[in-house]
């Protein structure tokens, strides 16, 4: 003979567990319902922003970069995707952090030459700066304060790659130019204890 306990605790536990899952798909009506109630997400594109302040003269490096979505009607006309290849191209000047990149920000590949880099350095007079031109080939000394020194010449028709705007109120002017990585250690050591110019030349060489 059947235990009348057991067979009521059985029935109980039978009417719980419905109960709980009637509750379960009465909650997954509500949910999905609502899914399918809800407007689907707007569109975006992925373009490509500086992921800190750069400065100009610049070639971005993947973590200066990163991908922002943007609404289409906010991608502004040559807005660069991801995957874009950087390696060889120039900011022409500042860009702000969050900002897209475009294809106006730099300039024309190939903007340095394979086996070179672009190296900024500074010039004391902000006047000569005003007379150069992005593809100016400029020869560049170093003098020293040494009235007995004379001036050195560091490089020979170097091809001036950006004119970066000024940011900051920083005497003189930055220039930079497309050179050997020979050349760019020359200009570093000089620009330690001399005082570096430039001369226009139409030594393209």
């Known amino acids: 003979?059947?235990?009348?306990?057991?067979?009521?605790?059985?029935?109980?536990?039978?009417?719980?567990?419905?109960?709980?899952?009637?509750?379960?798909?009465?909650?997954?009506?509500?949910?999905?319902?609502?899914?399918?109630?809800?407007?689907?997400?707007?569109?975006?594109?992925?373009?490509?922003?500086?992921?800190?302040?750069?400065?100009?003269?610049?070639?971005?490096?993947?973590?200066?970069?990163?991908?922002?979505?943007?609404?289409?009607?906010?991608?502004?006309?040559?807005?660069?995707?991801?995957g874009a290849d950087l390696t060889s191209r120039v900011l022409t000047g500042p860009v702000r952090s969050g900002e897209p990149l475009t294809d106006a920000r730099f300039l024309a590949p190939p903007s340095v030459p394979k086996g070179e880099l672009a190296y900024p350095f500074r010039i004391d007079d902000a006047d000569i700066s005003a007379l150069l031109r992005v593809g100016d080939h400029i020869n560049l000394y170093a003098a020293t304060s040494t009235p007995a020194d004379s001036a050195s010449l560091l490089a020979?028709?170097?091809?001036?790659?950006?004119?970066?705007?000024?940011?900051?109120?920083?005497?003189?002017?930055?220039?930079?130019?497309?050179?050997t990585p020979e050349t760019a250690t020359r200009l570093a050591q000089a620009t330690a204890n001399s005082k570096l110019t430039v001369a226009l030349t139409p030594d393209t060489s």
């Open 156 to 179: 020979r028709g170097v091809r001036v790659v950006a004119l970066p705007t000024p940011r900051t109120t920083t005497a003189g002017a930055l220039i930079v130019v497309a050179a």
């Open 1 to 82: 003979m059947r235990n009348p306990f057991a067979l009521r605790e059985l029935l109980r536990a039978v009417r719980w567990h419905r109960r709980l899952l009637a509750g379960v798909a009465a909650a997954a009506a509500v949910y999905f319902g609502l899914v399918a109630l809800s407007p689907p997400p707007p569109p975006t594109i992925a373009v490509l922003a500086a992921a800190r302040d750069l400065s100009g003269g610049a070639v971005p490096k993947g973590d200066d970069l990163r991908t922002l979505n943007l609404p289409p009607g906010a991608v502004p006309d040559g807005a660069l995707k991801p």
